[in-house]
C-alpha cells in the first residue's frame, strides 16, 4: 500500500446532516515508537498492546455547508466548549483533507469525553485521535457505502498517524505493531496493523496497572522529542535495536517466555528515556518517585519470582504489566508498596482489550 491508496475515487452518495460516535482506547507500547521522518513515518517500527479502560468516546455530528476556504467545526471536552483543542484539530484536518476531500464541506460538531482524568498525565492524543479518525471515517463509509471493512479500518489507522504516530495503534487490538520490520508479514509505516501470529496464552487478559506518579501537563511534547532523534548522537543504533526487539519478540510472544519479555520490555522503557536524556537539549521525564518504583518492582520480582515488570511513555507514571493469574498478589503489592508513591495514592487498572467500538 501507498498513500496514494488512501486518496478516495469520487463519492457515489451525498448526505446532508448525521452523526457518528465512537470509543476508542489509549495503547501502551512494548518496543516504542521514537523518532519519525515527514508526514509521521517513523524511523523504528513498534508493537503495543491496546487497553480496555483508558478511553476516549467522541461523537461528531455534521452537517453540510457551502464549502469555504476553512475548516469549519467546533470542540467540546464534557460538554465544555475547548477553544483551545482548535489549532490542534485544524492542523489534523490540514493534514487528511486530501484524503478525506468532504472536510470543508460540512460543519463539525465535536463532543469528546475521556474515561481516565484530563490531568491525570495520561496522554488522550492516542484515543482521541483515532476516535476522531473513526468518526470521520463512518462519514466517509457513508459517502462511499462499497468500501470494505479492510480499508475502513486500516484508513481510520493510517488518518490516525497523521493526527499522533502512535494512534493508530488504536483502533485495533490486543497487539497492534506500526512500521514496517522484515519478521512482520504486512506490517506497514502508514497504519497499525494487528500482530498476525501466535500468541502464547499468558499473555491474554494482560494486565496494565498505570501509576499515577505526576498528574501535570507534559514539559516536552512528543513532537518536540521525536525532532530530536534527528543528528541524535546514538539515533541509528537505537533504530537498529528497535527491529532487533522486534524481531525477538516474535518468538517470546509465541513461546510465552515472560522473562526475556520483561528484559525488552524494560530496557525500551529505560532506553526512552535514556534517548531523553542524550539528546541536545537533554530532559529528564522521570521522577523521583519513578525510581523509587522501578528499585521496588526489582526487588519484589527478586524476592517473590513475580513476573511484573514496568514501562514508561514520554512522561513519569509508570506502566505494571502483569499476567492476569497474578492480578490479586499484584495489586496488594500496589497498595501496600506501590501507591505511596502516586500522586494522591492513585493509580487505574486496565487490561489489554480488542480496540475501537462504534456506539
Ligand atoms: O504518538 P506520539 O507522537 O505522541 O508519540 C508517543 C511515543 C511514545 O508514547 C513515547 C512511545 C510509543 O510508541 O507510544
Redesign the pocket.
Known sequence: MTEKDFLPQPYTQTIENGHYSWTAPS?I?LV???GKKEHQIPENP?I?FTLGHCKTTTTVSFSKIVETDAFSFEVFLDGVLKEDFKPKIATFFERIHAYLPFLKQFHFKIETSNTFPHSSGI?S??SGMSALALCLMRIEQALQPDMNATYFTQKASFLARLG????CRSIEGPLVVWGAHSAIDGSSNLFGVPYPYDVHDCFKKYQDTILLVDKGEKQVS??VG?NLMHGHPFAQERFKQAHTHMSAMVSILKEGDLDRFIAIVESEALT?HAMMMTSMPYFILMKPNTLEIINHIWAYREATGSKLCFTL??GANVHLLYPENEASTVLEFIDTTLAGYCQNGHYINDVIDLGAKEL
Open positions: 495503547n507500547a516504542k515508537y521514537w513498534s503495543s496522554a492524543s492516542a499522533s504516530g502512535s494512534a512528543s513532537t521525536h526512552l511513555d514520554a
